[in-house]
């Protein structure tokens, strides 16, 4: 008879294999040879507690007697397809979101992978953040374009993004950029994915939602305002001194030239928190804390070069908080969102409680980065050939989405492992590393008996 105490963990872990097996004619190129290595790939993630590089997992798999260039060359040849990948995961996802109303939210955002040395494709060289402050240093690293999905609804206003694509982002000044690979900005890489999301979501049957996309600063690009697709609401962080247009005034009796596109220039984004009177105030707990913010909305605006779409301007005030004792100030933030046409006039896509929550938990993403480099080991598997280099980083980010959903989905059915010492608090947010160690019971536990 097994223990009832671990029914629930072998539940989950069923349902994460059964996903994985109904999938994986779908995901892999090759025969039944690359199929099955890529379930024990799997497994392998799931099981190891070290490095997630391809000879710890072959040591935890127990084949590290073995030879090693077949496993190698498994991402070398190409073997995992990235985008079919994510549109499966993303299936899955969706059908959470049967019965909801409202906008489908993801997060994008930019993710350097360092390197070791400059032979790695795609290459460039930047400041190396763990260097001291008066004599930086630089390390290669490879840049990525991450998309995540923003799962909402757990407990305190605690969020997590869910990665589904993870493209590279390898820019013209690259070196040894890959055969067939055409030099491309993350802002690029981003309008592509919101193209595919929206046809994608599409698909499966939710055309009529939209689909929100929210970024940092280094989205906010006229070549994304131009060419956003139908039921895309786009929402990025600007700059405090952006340029800014007010909509061209119509006149009756235009004489000769071509009419004004742009009315006068607006004020800069800074300029509007000067004025308090006008703020609205929002409250909402997130992240176990409640959150008090105000804000104000202006607009409707033009970006010179862009005179066919109007964008709002949100404004977020600074102010004070506290950090145990010592009290802080953040600064005013800026974000532009485009606007839907009414009419003869221009309207917000969404309500504006909705668009201060979803820059509010933009931050998900860059605690995913953290979490999938620090405990699942982005970047860490040891592979410089042009192809198996951005395919590892791609299999890890796959993978640690369909580990992290799983786990989202099923939150209410795991309880929370014992930490080894006393002196470890209650945490907040579930890690990778605390999912890892419930799928390792689970899988334990299926052979356990009183």
């Keep these: 008879m097994y223990r009832s105490k671990y029914t629930h963990y072998r539940k989950v872990l069923q349902e994460l294999f059964g996903f994985f097996f109904e999938i994986s004619g779908f ?12 379930f024990l790939f799997f497994i392998g993630e799931i099981l190891c507690c070290g490095l997630h590089r391809i000879s710890e997992i072959l040591l935890t798999l127990g084949r590290g007697d073995r030879e090693w260039n077949d496993w190698y060359n498994f991402f070398q040849l190409g073997s995992f397809k990235e985008e079919k990948a994510g549109e ?6 969706l059908e959470a979101e049967k019965g909801k109303t409202g906008p489908i939210v993801f997060l994008t955002d930019g993710v350097n992978i360092f390197r070791s040395t400059g032979s790695f494709p795609g290459v460039i060289i930047q400041r190396a953040p763990d260097t001291i402050r008066w004599k930086r240093g630089f390390r290669y690293c490879q840049r990525f374009l991450h998309t995540a999905y923003l799962a909402q609804g757990q407990e305190n206003g605690y969020c997590e993004a869910i990665p589904l694509r993870f493209l590279p982002a390898f820019g013209r000044n690259a070196k040894n950029l890959p055969e067939g690979l055409e030099p491309k900005t993350p802002h690029q890489a981003a309008l592509e994915c919101a193209h595919w999301l929206r046809s994608q979501v599409s698909r499966f049957g939710y055309a009529k939602r ?3 996309m929210v970024g940092d600063g280094g989205f906010d690009q006229n070549a994304i305002w131009k060419n956003l697709p139908k039921g895309v609401v786009w929402l990025a962080r600007t700059k405090r001194n952006r340029s800014l247009f007010h909509p061209a005034k119509k006149v009756k009796n235009q004489g000769r030239g071509r009419p004004k596109v742009y009315g006068e220039k607006a004020k800069k984004p800074h300029e509007y928190t000067r004025t308090r009177k006008d703020y609205k105030t929002w409250e909402r707990v997130i ?9 104000k ?9 862009n005179p066919n779409q109007a964008v709002f301007l949100l404004v977020i005030a600074g102010g004070n908080y506290q950090v145990g004792k010592r009290v802080k100030y953040r600064k005013p933030a800026f974000f532009l969102v485009n606007g839907v046409k009414n009419g003869n006039g221009w309207e917000l896509p969404l309500p504006e409680e909705d668009l201060v929550y979803f820059q509010w938990q933009r931050w998900e993403i860059e605690v995913s980065h953290r979490d999938m480099k620090s405990g699942f080991g982005l970047g860490d598997k040891q592979c410089w050939n042009p192809k198996s280099s951005v395919q590892t980083v791609q299999w890890n980010a796959w993978v640690y989405g369909v580990l992290k959903w799983f786990g989202y989905k099923n939150r209410k059915l795991l309880k929370e492992p014992a930490m080894i010492g006393k002196w470890y608090r209650h945490r907040r947010r579930w890690s990778i590393q605390m999912l890892l160690q419930c799928y390792q019971i689970g899988r334990a536990s299926c052979r356990e008996r009183v």
Aim: charged share 45%; net charge positive.
């Design 297 to 305: 909305v202006k607009g409707p605006f033009f970006i010179e070069g």
């Design 210 to 212: 939209p689909v929100v």
């Design 287 to 295: 992240r176990g804390k409640k959150r008090k913010v105000k804000y």
């Design 27 to 38: 995901i892999f190129e090759g025969g039944k040879n690359r199929k099955r290595k890529g």
């Design 88 to 93: 499966k995961l993303l299936k899955k996802i």
